[in-house]
């Protein structure tokens, strides 16, 4: 892998020739955790790491996660010049804390039923006040019209990266060849300036190395051919992954040629390069005289906080599209977004990880 010159402009830093992205499908997210799993299992294990989930889901509405990270600020000034304004940072409990549990008490104590398993905070050693999917399928709603839906996160690996841009050190750069956002372990300086600029609050911090850490789209899996870990191993075919620019892809053709997929909150204006199907009639809603009607329960101004206004007339789209191919009629958007061939979402990225590492 190519390193970014020490003394590069951000222009430079951010410049690539092709830029790799995903589309995620919230219509099939069931929650399983299994691309946080897939994540963790290869990238955050080391210590200092514990607490981080480069890949993570949660329920929406609700805190997210890191906790509350949209209201935390970051990005752009609200001028022309595109200049990366400090947020605040997360803290350790907001991105999940690393709990300790009584397993010695419990298993070795010798005091029988009197004591059970219970967390603590990792920093404090007192009982947590919060943690990863602490408000797990709370959701929001009022009865009996409750909704939740879950959305995954990651590194949006942006064209226009504030933290790319705050960074003092030039740690941070796109990767030429493939536009993914990298951090260069031995330039972080542990500043977080990075920390505070990404408004999707992407990037975390190893307190023992004392260093900032983030996403790499797997970039060692990218450059054999090999989709990330996060979305191979998605067992509901939420996902898609490519080259953006790949014209015969699913990718493009969802979101360039019908215009189905939204990038989740554009007002930040960092031109992110992760893309999402909106949810739409997952649930249908009751009537007041508790008859069910053909209406969703997800409420219209719940999308637009998060996709923008665009994302009513993609909503209309999709539905049109399923009454079209409810009435025997072809479309192309559905049989994309069914994906019967799993190789299919993965163009040019459907090589096998055990085949390619013997």
């Known amino acids: 892998m190519a390193f970014a010159k020490r003394g590069a402009s951000k222009e430079e830093l951010l410049r690539h020739t092709r830029q790799v992205g995903n589309i995620i499908d919230l219509n099939k997210c069931m929650g399983c955790q299994t691309c946080t799993v897939a994540c963790k299992s290869l990238w955050t294990t080391r210590e200092g790491t514990e607490h981080m989930r480069w890949m993570n889901v949660t329920t929406y509405p609700g805190a997210g996660y890191p906790r509350d990270y949209e209201q935390m600020g970051g990005g752009y000034a609200a001028d022309t010049e595109k200049t990366p304004t400090p947020g605040k940072l997360t803290t350790f409990s907001d991105v999940g804390d690393n709990f300790k549990f009584n397993h010695a008490d419990v298993y070795y104590g010798g005091k029988g039923n009197k004591t059970h398993l219970k967390p603590s905070a990792a920093l404090s050693?007192?009982?947590?006040?919060?943690?990863y999917n602490w408000d797990e399928d709370e959701g929001g709603g009022d009865w009996?019209?409750?909704?939740?839906?879950?959305?995954?996160?990651?590194?949006?690996?942006?064209?226009?990266?504030?933290?790319?841009?705050?960074?003092?050190?030039?740690?941070?750069y796109k990767r030429e060849e493939d536009g993914i956002v990298v951090l260069d372990q031995e330039r972080c300086n542990d500043d977080r300036l990075c920390v505070e600029a990404c408004p999707y609050k992407a990037i975390y911090f190893n307190p023992v190395s004392q260093k900032s850490e983030k996403c790499v789209m797997c970039y060692p899996r990218v450059e054999q051919g090999i989709a990330p870990a996060c979305d191979r191993q998605c067992p509901g075919r939420t996902r898609i992954f490519g080259y953006l620019d790949e014209e015969d892809s699913d990718l493009y053709k969802l979101i360039y040629v019908h215009k189905v997929a939204r990038p989740l909150h554009p007002e930040f204006g960092t031109e992110p390069n992760v893309?999402?199907?909106?949810?739409f009639d997952s649930t249908k809603a009751f009537?007041?005289?508790g008859s069910i009607t053909d209406e969703g329960?997800?409420?219209?101004?719940?999308?637009?906080?998060?996709?923008?206004p665009g994302v009513v007339d993609v909503i209309g789209k999709l539905k049109a599209e399923r009454t079209k191919r409810q009435n025997g009629e072809p479309s192309e958007v559905m049989d994309l977004l069914i994906g019967r061939n799993f190789w299919d979402r993965f163009k040019g990225f459907s090589n096998d990880p055990l085949q390619e590492a013997m």
């Open 275 to 279: 893309f999402y199907i909106p949810p």
């Open 144 to 172: 009996p019209n409750g909704y939740y839906f879950y959305l995954p996160r990651k590194c949006y690996h942006c064209d226009d990266a504030p933290c790319l841009k705050a960074c003092t050190h030039n740690a941070l």
């Open 125 to 131: 050693g007192e009982d947590p006040k919060w943690g």
């Open 287 to 289: 009537a007041d005289d």
């Open 297 to 308: 329960r997800i409420e219209a101004g719940v999308l637009i906080e998060l996709f923008g």
